[in-house]
């Protein structure tokens, strides 16, 4: 377990961030209804075998990793995952990442909310001093999205990860380009209110 970020269920009043099970599995694998927008992310689950691996590889870490069900609170139903992950307690520093979301969720508060969630959980009751995310230099969304948020662009790292591995063995079938972005405590009250106000907008 994660002694600095903990594993809090983080609530707000459209949605709750609760830690993955893997009594999650069936809804999770429902999730991804139309794998286009996650084409340029490898291994999101799309049935219930691989949603149960997608799980237990989030869990399998937990000093660096905190993987959560995006939980709408009117219905009870899973909308998405999200993560906090290469946690770093010593340097007061995490990514968040590993997100996706039903088609009808998108474009909705549930992604704003959720990050808000994140980042007021990491900067003002953790008291981290930098958050970053990671993306396909070629994911448009979600480079846009992670943009919107306040996050600053901060270069290419160049063949950073595995893309495409397939096979017991990871065979790598490409290497992916990652744009990296992060936002410090510095940005964080700035942030903060661009956030609450895309929250306050109706749906």
Same mark, same amino acid.
């Given at each position: 377990m994660?002694?600095?970020?903990g ?6 009043e *459209? ?5 993955l ?5 069936? *809804?999770?694998?429902q999730?991804?209804d ?19 691996d997608?799980?237990? +590889? ?7 990793r ?5 939980v ?19 340097n ?8 996706f ?18 980042l +007021? ?19 448009? *969304?979600?480079r846009?999205?992670?943009?919107k948020l306040?996050?600053t ?5 160049? +063949?950073?990860?595995?893309f ?5 063995t990871g065979?790598?079938t490409g290497?992916?380009?990652?744009a *990296? ?23």
């Open positions: 994660s002694i600095w970020l594993t809090n269920e983080l609530v707000a *459209q949605i709750t961030l609760r830690p099970t893997l009594d999650d599995a069936e *809804q999770l694998a999730v991804v139309n794998p286009e927008p996650y084409r340029w992310t490898s291994g999101t689950p799309t049935d219930i075998a691989s949603a149960r997608w799980i237990e +590889k989030s869990l399998a870490d937990p000093e660096h905190v993987a959560y069900a995006v709408d609170n009117s219905t009870g139903r899973i909308l998405g995952s999200t993560s906090f992950y290469e946690i770093d307690a010593a007061l520093s995490t990514s968040i990442g590993y997100t979301y039903a088609v009808d969720a998108q474009g909705t508060t549930v992604n704003p909310t959720a990050k808000y969630l994140l +007021k959980h990491a900067f003002e009751d953790c008291g981290a001093v930098r958050v970053v995310w990671h993306t396909h230099e070629s994911n448009a *969304q979600s846009a999205a992670i943009a306040g996050a662009f901060e270069g290419l790292l160049r +063949k950073h990860r595995r495409g591995a397939s096979g017991a065979d790598v290497w992916r380009t990652t *990296q972005y992060a936002m410090t405590d510095d940005d964080w009250p700035a942030a903060r209110a661009i956030l609450l106000e895309r929250m306050s907008r109706t749906s």
